[in-house]
């Protein structure tokens, strides 16, 4: 039945990363695009996130002098996701065009004006592999009034960072107790925020900026937006997508796509069923994804055939759970704890099992590995005095003081000696004793032959810049502390295969004509591995740009 209710050139089902990007694309050729998002909201995760794209061989690098090259980033993406037979998603071919498209989308969306940069020192996650970049590849936007969006203001998914300053200052502003540069940083967001107020601006930061200043490109280019519109279904005939159907006052309503459907619609974080099935061990209610993430748009594909892959895998992001904060959107995560000085991650054993300065899908990845030989989820961070005199800790400032009911709830336990420490969490205090000691050997001697802690850039970056060792430091200053952490989530990580142009394909390989796909709902070109900040953000943006283009190109 080919009738439909209305008719776009381009339609998009979710507006992530990206959907905008997309739509950008086909109003340049002033080709129509909907973007269908089904909560009140636009803007996705992506909004709420940190905003980074993990972009190789990108115009800012070589601004700053950066060195780069596709060969090299290639490389890098071979030694990190290469040579498996278990990653569909993550193919030689589709690895290379990531590369090559990613740094022709940052030129194009500069073009449109949309405002970018990148952060000054960020490593890749694996620098010390061949192609690895120390300094690091990741795009960011710059800050934006949000005022700027009129009318359509209210209508941004609001970002979990509320101060007014960009990342690459805030990730330097958690060290304002040790260094000069973090304080006068401090002063200009002060400023920053007066001028504001006295301007009547309201500039928002990181994900924020950046769906805020796409959605202004997107809506100043002329792309249609709908909220509350949730897609129920594809329209599929003779084996071709052609349209979507949404309900429009209770009754379905029927959109067609002369040139295609971009489902954009974000994974399965939130959908407990799924990951059960998929994931299972861990928990929807431990993801800081938005609350659309459900998962439903990946399982309507796959009722029209696609085939699915890396479902298993999540980005992981460690994090505890202070009182109180257990229903929060977006809870406190502890990324850099355990990777800091004087603090180290065990297993309900006591023991250490990894490198606790890994990339955080890396640290949920073994938590939850670990966990099929010796319970480790959760697991316990072991702080001792030293730690929490110099550290942040679960968004509270350096310093003993830390809430009242976070010792009487029993989520902070704290000891004068590591075996009574060991006796509150329920390990054998002999146990912890050894390991605490194993660590302080290895810090004696600058080196952790267990796990090789400190050994990479980005290890001694996610520490203690500012310590005389970033990575390691004796846990010997009572009173010690211990801390439950447990595998959390920015996002799930596997959905429907894609080829190098971003169109959904089946279990056979064939593509299913005007079907593309991007974001978390596909399984990532980068396999089973993150690669570097910015590895969920720059690909929606980059697939969804290359999506854009092969629908365009190949219109009659
Ligand atoms: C706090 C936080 C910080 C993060 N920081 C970063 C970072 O800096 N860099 C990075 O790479 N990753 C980061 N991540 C992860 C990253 O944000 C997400 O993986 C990514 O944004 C997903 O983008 P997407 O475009 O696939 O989907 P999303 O941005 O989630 O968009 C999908 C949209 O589709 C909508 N939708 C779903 N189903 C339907 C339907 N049936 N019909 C219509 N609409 C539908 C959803 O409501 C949603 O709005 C972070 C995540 C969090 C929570």
């Avoid at 795009?139 to 509320?162: I, Q, Y």
């Avoid at 796509?257 to 939130?270: E, I, M, P």
Wanted: charge should be neutral; charged fraction near 20%; include cysteine.
């Amino acid at each position: 039945m080919n009738t439909f209710d209305e008719m776009f050139d381009f339609v998009v089902v979710g507006s992530g990363g990206g959907s905008m990007c997309s739509g950008l694309v086909f109003r340049k050729s002033a080709k129509s695009v909907v973007v269908l998002e089904k909560t009140p909201l636009i803007g996705g995760t992506t909004a709420r996130s940190g905003g980074v794209m993990w972009i190789p061989n990108n115009r800012f690098m070589k601004r700053d002098g950066v060195p780069d090259s596709v060969e090299q980033a290639v490389s890098y993406l071979e030694a990190v996701s290469g040579g498996r037979n278990d990653t569909p998603g993550s193919t030689a071919d589709r690895r290379r065009a990531y590369v090559e498209e990613g740094s022709e989308m940052v030129d194009f969306l500069v073009d449109q004006g949309v405002k970018l940069t990148r952060v000054g020192y960020w490593p890749d996650y694996y620098d010390e592999k061949p192609g690895g970049s120390e300094q690091g590849r990741t795009v960011v936007a710059e800050l934006f009034d949000v005022n700027e969006l009129g009318p359509w203001k209210a209508k941004l998914r609001p970002n979990f960072m509320t101060i007014m300053a960009p990342l690459d200052e805030m990730l330097k502003m958690q060290y304002i107790n040790k260094s000069w540069e973090a304080k006068k940083i401090a002063a200009k967001m002060v400023l920053r925020t007066l001028y504001a107020k006295l301007t009547g601006k309201h500039y928002i930061t990181a994900g924020g900026a950046l769906q805020g200043r796409m959605f202004q490109a997107a809506l100043k280019a002329g792309v249609d937006f709908r909220t509350d519109t949730g897609v129920k279904e594809l329209i599929v005939e003779d084996g071709a997508v052609k349209g979507v159907v949404v309900l429009k006052d209770g009754q379905p309503w029927r959109i067609g796509a002369r040139l295609g459907v971009l489902v954009n619609a974000g994974g399965f974080a939130h959908n407990q069923a799924m990951r059960d099935q998929y994931q299972p061990g861990t928990q929807a209610k431990w993801t800081n994804t938005a609350e659309g993430d459900t998962g439903e748009m990946i399982q309507e594909m796959m009722r029209h055939g696609a085939a699915i892959a890396q479902m298993e895998e999540m980005v992981g992001n460690q994090m505890s759970l202070p009182p109180g904060t257990e229903n929060d959107p977006v809870k406190p995560v502890v990324q850099g704890v355990t990777a800091a000085p004087h603090a180290i991650l065990v297993d309900q054993s006591g023991a250490r099992y990894m490198n606790e300065a890994g990339s955080y899908m890396a640290y949920c990845k073994g938590m939850l590995e670990r966990n099929q030989v010796v319970p480790a989820v959760p697991s316990w961070a072991i702080m001792d005095s030293q730690f929490i005199r110099s550290s942040m800790l679960a968004g509270t400032m350096a310093g003993p003081n830390k809430p009242a009911n976070w010792f009487e709830s029993g989520f902070l336990k704290k000891a004068d000696t590591i075996e009574e420490l060991a006796g509150l969490i329920g390990v054998a205090p002999a146990a912890l004793r050894a390991t605490v000691d194993r660590f302080n050997g290895f810090v004696a001697k600058g080196q952790d032959d267990d796990f090789k802690r400190g050994a990479r850039a980005y290890d001694r970056w996610l520490g203690d810049p500012f310590a005389a060792n970033p990575s390691l430091g004796t846990i010997e200053q009572g009173p010690f502390y211990a801390m439950e952490v447990v595998p959390g989530d920015v996002g799930t990580y596997g959905g429907v295969v894609t080829d190098r142009h971003a169109r959904v394909l089946r279990e056979d390989g064939s593509v299913i004509t005007g079907l593309y796909a991007t974001g978390v709902s596909t399984a990532s070109a980068m396999g089973r591995v993150y690669p570097g900040a910015g590895a969920s953000v720059g690909p929606s943006f980059v697939w969804g740009y290359v999506a854009a283009k092969h629908a365009l190109a190949n219109c009659a």
